[in-house]
């Protein structure tokens, strides 16, 4: 499986990287997406089986990426992975089409018990 | 809407020692510290606009952001690290403090991208310190700041 990660701080993306191979999904192919259009872009060019985004990001936020692809008939499962979980936030990912929102900080096993439904 | 509901000590005390202790590997704790002045070797900033105004600070020393860097990227804290990559772990640090204090606050608000800085900070003249947590991690100072913005909060 291909997982597209997208976050603007490497940091972040490594941390996201690191905790998925914790989590017990170290064996998936990986594509690292720097910003939102980016992530946009390699969402469709690479057709990965799963994105896990931020939300805030340059160029484009999270949800604009979501929407984008899904207005164009993109059903890839999506996921935001991001440092804001308010119940507002939680309501728009769902309502566009996300399947989860993690929030910051995050555990192996909160990446467990979420990913394990669609992986 | 304006809010003016500030997260009390225990609240930003919560957050910082849970993204610390989730994102930072490192064996040493954070230990709370009576600070002798901020630090101001590196500054990490988000601000918050909207329904609530303000900003969420944290300050450290060059030692201490060394640490972050090392903990959240897997390093030894004395392998040579790029400024690069100190802004980036500092500035994700803040991120998830500052998504972490939004999220208490409610309301709607957009919280900006981290903007990073080694230095002094000034803030603007209507800004009114609310909140400030003090730590030391292996006795370098780091320290949250929370900021309101008067003017904005009272429109």
Known sequence: ?119 | MTITFIPTQDDLTSVVDQVWETFIATDEPLLPAELDGLPDEWNAVVTIDGDWSGSVAMAMTDRAARIVAAGMLGMSVDEEMADEDIADAVGELINVVGGNVKSLLGGHSQLSLPVVATGHVVHPGDAVEVGRIERSIQTEAVALVIHTFEGENDS
Do not use: H
């Open chain 1, 1 to 119: 499986m291909k997982i597209l990660v997208a976050d603007d701080s490497k940091v972040m993306r490594q941390i996201v990287i690191r905790t998925l191979r914790q989590a017990g999904y170290g064996g998936n192919e990986i594509v690292e997406a720097a910003n939102g259009r980016e992530a946009l872009e390699l969402a469709v060019q690479e057709a990965p089986d799963l994105v896990l985004s931020d939300w805030n990001m340059p160029e484009m936020d999270g949800i604009d990426v979501l929407e984008s692809l899904r207005s164009a008939g993109n059903q890839v499962p999506f996921g935001f992975v991001t440092s804001e979980g308010s119940a507002l936030m939680r309501a728009r990912a769902e309502s566009a089409g996300a399947l989860f929102l993690i929030a910051k900080p995050f555990t192996a096993d909160t990446f467990d018990a979420e990913l394990c439904k669609v992986i």
